[in-house]
C-alpha cells in the first residue's frame, strides 16, 4: 500500500510563491495518476491539477497558469508550485495517487493572506 505524506503549507501573501510536495512511500506502478485537490472551508473538495506517468498534465481553470504540478520519479515525490495565489486558494491541500486503487494523503494547509 502506499502512503502519501504532504508537507510545505502554511501563510503566504498574495502575489508570494509556495511549493508543496507530496513524498509517495511504498512501490508506485509504472502506470498511475497523480493530482492536487483543495478543500476550502465550507466547500467540496476540488480537483486542481493531475499528471500522468506519461507526463501529461491538466489543470482547473481556476488555477491554469499560476499552478504547476511536477513528479519527481526518481524520488517518488509530487510537487505543486503556487506562484501568485490569492485568498480564495486558501484551503487544506492533499494529494492523490490513482494506481489500482485510489490513495491520499493527510493534507497541508495553506492560509494566503497579507
Known amino acids: 500500500q502506499v502512503q502519501l505524506v504532504e508537507s510545505g503549507g502554511g501563510l503566504v501573501q498574495p502575489g508570494g510563491s509556495l511549493r508543496l510536495s507530496c513524498a509517495a512511500s511504498?512501490?508506485?506502478?509504472?502506470?498511475?495518476?497523480m493530482s492536487w485537490h483543495r478543500q476550502a472551508p465550507g466547500k467540496q473538495r476540488e480537483r486542481l491539477a493531475v499528471?500522468?506517468?506519461?507526463?501529461?498534465?491538466t489543470y482547473a481553470d481556476s488555477v491554469k497558469g499560476r499552478f504547476t504540478i511536477s513528479m519527481d520519479n526518481g524520488q517518488n515525490t509530487a510537487y505543486l508550485q503556487m506562484n501568485d495565489p490569492k485568498p480564495d486558494d486558501t484551503g487544506v491541500y492533499y494529494c492523490?495517487?490513482?494506481?489500482?486503487?485510489?490513495?491520499w494523503g493527510r493534507g497541508t494547509q495553506v492560509t494566503v493572506a497579507s
Open positions: 499528471i500522468t506517468s506519461a507526463g501529461s498534465t
Open positions: 511504498g512501490r508506485i506502478p509504472s502506470f498511475y495518476v
Open positions: 492523490k495517487l490513482d494506481t489500482d486503487r485510489s490513495n
